[in-house]
């Protein structure tokens, strides 16, 4: 059964980087079939996806975040990581990883990861 | 973009009833458009895709219809684990877009 989780600083200060990784277990990061992404959740609102990316290296941002967004592979450690900088306040957050079918996700994202909550604060 | 809008943001139901959430695309999306199910402090969870196919393991009182800019998640008899927070996402273009959200609360 494949499962994600999610790992990272909790706690990241203004203007600083916020790092992510998301290491995937029972099953191969390199499946030619899926894409692998990353969805945030502020506290008490709704989801917004930030990114995406192909075991390839491929990736695609939502525009919305792209010109601080960084997201990478590591096929030999079954992971992929995301970079975030110049974080506020705003960027506070649950941060989800989960696998998709399609680059726009057509199966819908299955399965998730548990969640990491990331919180700017100095 | 496309716009997700969803609605009611929230609806108080009881045990037995019948429950429709509302999804509505700015644009045209064919039926590509994914529900999912959110309890606190866990992880989204999907129950439909693309549009009105359920999930393996997902209970059949789940059902979702719909197509180009109107999407209905219908609960037909609310059970005490239904209650939670249901998300639409459209899967037609990126970036990729959820709805904002509706809490079934009792």
């Known amino acids: 059964q494949l499962q994600l989780q999610e790992s990272g600083p909790g706690l990241v200060k203004p203007s600083e980087t916020l790092s992510l990784t998301c290491t995937v277990s029972?099953?191969?990061?390199?499946?030619?079939?899926?894409?692998w992404g990353w969805i945030r959740q502020p506290p008490g609102k709704g989801l917004e996806w930030i990114g995406s990316i192909f075991y390839s290296g491929s990736t695609y941002y939502n525009p919305s975040l792209k010109s601080r967004v960084t997201i990478s592979v590591d096929t030999s450690k079954n992971q992929f990581s995301l970079k975030l900088g110049s974080v506020t306040a705003a960027d506070t957050a649950v941060y989800y990883c989960?696998?998709?079918?399609?680059?726009?996700?057509?199966?819908?994202?299955?399965?998730w990861g548990q969640g990491t909550l990331a919180t700017v604060s100095s | 973009d496309i716009q997700m809008t969803q609605s009611p943001s929230s609806v108080s139901a009881s045990v037995g009833d019948r429950v429709t959430i509302t999804c509505r695309a700015s644009q045209g999306i064919s039926n590509w458009l994914a529900w999912y199910q959110q309890k606190p402090g866990k992880a989204p969870k999907l129950l439909i895709y693309p549009a009105s196919s359920l999930q393996s393991g997902v209970p059949s009182r789940f059902s979702g219809s719909g197509s180009a800019t109107d999407f209905t998640l219908t609960i037909s008899s609310l059970q005490p684990e239904d209650f939670a927070t249901y998300y639409c996402?459209?899967?037609?273009?990126?970036?990729?877009?959820f709805g904002g959200g509706t809490k079934v609360q009792i």
């Open positions: 029972g099953g191969s990061i390199s499946s030619s079939s899926y894409y």
């Open positions: 996402q459209q899967a037609n273009s990126v970036p990729l877009t």
């Open positions: 989960a696998r998709h079918a399609g680059a726009a996700a057509a199966n819908g994202f299955d399965p």
